[in-house]
């Protein structure tokens, strides 16, 4: 049933976005799939948030070999030359075009950043964005195509000025939809700040992603087994079920996450139609969605990630003995309607289930 969503995808129609549960069953690494991956860090965040410290202070303490792709607003590259690091290990994207797509540009240099060495060169690539970059693209990106063989995006960190965070929030959208994509938050700068003005930001943080994992830092230092590489489905098995707190009268962002769980099996028919239906009549709204699916019928946990209408699913692994088998899904968007998303989704309960 998912074939059918071909022309519901990103406007680059990528007819390998597309996946059928109905096939899954069977599946572990197709033949033709790269074995070795790449892993990827994006490291996101306003102008000024501190996103080369953190790039620094990553370097500083990992010593697997590391390239550091740099995208930069403006014409004449400056972050690059504060990178620490060989430059022949730099690779610089300057300047916004009208006439080139920033996608399709960083998508031939990845292809070609791999194939020139097999993928042996380096064990780790950082991206490090533009302050004015929307990520929704970056991200997807690794969604498609060969990245999805070549590389794999292990997590989005986005960097937050603790000081002039919620003036950011207040007055540009790409703030906000930066704190949407991410993995992994880092709040900033807190020397700057007091106590009562931190935590304002991280209530209002939270509620925009409730998923991400924040952490507050000065000069961007943080434990790398925090923030490089993280275990996406284990933090939605963690994931607070109360995901909206503070004052929301004092919040104006229209963004919020909605958590589905679901322990009953869920039909995979049923579940095709509701994320074709998620996408026609809601795929604007939503920035991000990930989560995992439990099946009847199937030993096997299915991995669920989208940006926007562009997904990407797979059987992802046997569940484990003695492990809560049950489903889970975050949507991150923008007026969403939690109730219609929960009633929808216990919908795709199998038939003939004792219901829990």
């Given at each position: 049933?998912?074939?059918?969503?071909e022309?519901?995808?990103?406007?680059?129609?990528?007819?390998?976005?597309e996946?059928?549960h109905?096939?899954?069953?069977?599946?572990?690494?197709?033949?033709?799939?790269?074995?070795?991956?790449?892993?990827?860090?994006?490291?996101?965040?306003?102008?000024?948030?501190?996103?080369?410290?953190?790039?620094?202070?990553?370097l500083?303490?990992?010593?697997?070999?590391?390239d550091?792709?740099?995208?930069?607003?403006?014409?004449?590259?400056?972050?690059?030359?504060?990178?620490?690091?060989?430059?022949?290990?730099?690779?610089?994207?300057?300047?916004?075009?009208?006439?080139?797509?920033?996608?399709?540009?960083?998508?031939?240099?990845l292809?070609y950043?791999?194939?020139?060495?097999?993928?042996?060169?380096?064990?780790?690539?950082?991206?490090?964005?533009?302050?004015?970059?929307?990520?929704?693209?970056?991200?997807?990106?690794?969604?498609?195509?060969?990245?999805?063989?070549?590389?794999?995006?292990?997590?989005?960190?986005?960097?937050?000025?603790?000081?002039?965070?919620?003036?950011?929030?207040?007055d540009?959208?790409?703030?906000?939809?930066?704190?949407?994509?991410?993995?992994?938050?880092?709040?900033?700068?807190?020397?700057?700040?007091?106590?009562?003005?931190?935590?304002?930001?991280?209530?209002?943080?939270?509620?925009?992603?409730?998923?991400?994992?924040?952490?507050?830092?000065?000069?961007?230092?943080?434990?790398?087994?925090?923030?490089?590489?993280?275990?996406?489905?284990?933090?939605?098995?963690?994931?607070?079920?109360?995901?909206?707190?503070?004052?929301?009268?004092?919040?104006?962002?229209?963004?919020?996450?909605?958590?589905?769980?679901?322990?009953?099996?869920?039909d995979?028919?049923?579940?095709n139609?509701?994320?074709?239906?998620?996408?026609?009549?809601?795929?604007?709204?939503?920035?991000?969605?990930?989560?995992?699916?439990?099946?009847?019928?199937?030993?096997y946990?299915y991995?669920?990630?989208?940006?926007?209408?562009?997904?990407?699913?797979?059987?992802?692994?046997?569940?484990?003995?003695?492990?809560?088998?049950?489903?889970?899904i975050?949507?991150?968007?923008?007026?969403?309607?939690?109730?219609?998303?929960?009633?929808?989704?216990?919908?795709?309960?199998?038939?003939?289930?004792?219901?829990?």
């Amino acid at each position: 049933m998912l074939n059918n969503l071909e022309h519901y995808h990103h406007s680059h129609n990528h007819k390998h976005c597309e996946h059928n549960h109905k096939n899954c069953d069977h599946v572990k690494q197709k033949s033709n799939d790269v074995t070795h991956k790449i892993p990827v860090t994006i490291i996101g965040g306003f102008l000024g948030a501190g996103k080369t410290s953190v790039v620094n202070s990553i370097l500083s303490k990992k010593t697997d070999r590391i390239d550091v792709l740099v995208r930069e607003y403006g014409s004449v590259s400056i972050d690059d030359m504060l990178i620490n690091l060989d430059k022949k290990n730099i690779h610089v994207f300057p300047g916004i075009s009208m006439h080139h797509d920033p996608q399709i540009m960083l998508y031939g240099f990845l292809d070609y950043l791999y194939d020139k060495t097999n993928g042996t060169s380096f064990d780790h690539l950082l991206m490090e964005l533009s302050g004015l970059d929307s990520p929704e693209q970056l991200v997807q990106l690794f969604f498609l195509g060969n990245m999805r063989t070549k590389y794999r995006l292990a997590s989005f960190i986005t960097i937050i000025d603790a000081e002039y965070g919620q003036l950011n929030l207040d007055d540009y959208s790409v703030a906000v939809e930066q704190i949407a994509q991410a993995d992994v938050i880092l709040i900033n700068k807190i020397d700057l700040v007091s106590n009562e003005e931190l935590k304002k930001l991280s209530n209002r943080v939270q509620k925009i992603n409730s998923y991400a994992k924040i952490f507050y830092t000065k000069y961007g230092e943080a434990e790398l087994k925090d923030i490089l590489d993280v275990d996406f489905l284990q933090q939605l098995y963690d994931l607070n079920k109360n995901v909206s707190k503070g004052d929301d009268k004092l919040l104006n962002d229209n963004i919020k996450t909605v958590v589905l769980n679901e322990r009953n099996p869920l039909d995979k028919e049923k579940v095709n139609d509701w994320i074709q239906n998620l996408f026609v009549t809601d795929g604007v709204k939503l920035l991000r969605s990930k989560g995992f699916f439990n099946f009847s019928n199937s030993d096997y946990r299915y991995e669920f990630q989208a940006v926007r209408k562009t997904f990407h699913s797979k059987a992802d692994r046997l569940w484990e003995s003695g492990e809560e088998r049950k489903s889970v899904i975050v949507l991150i968007g923008e007026g969403l309607d939690e109730q219609k998303y929960q009633e929808s989704f216990r919908n795709c309960i199998a038939n003939g289930v004792s219901q829990i």
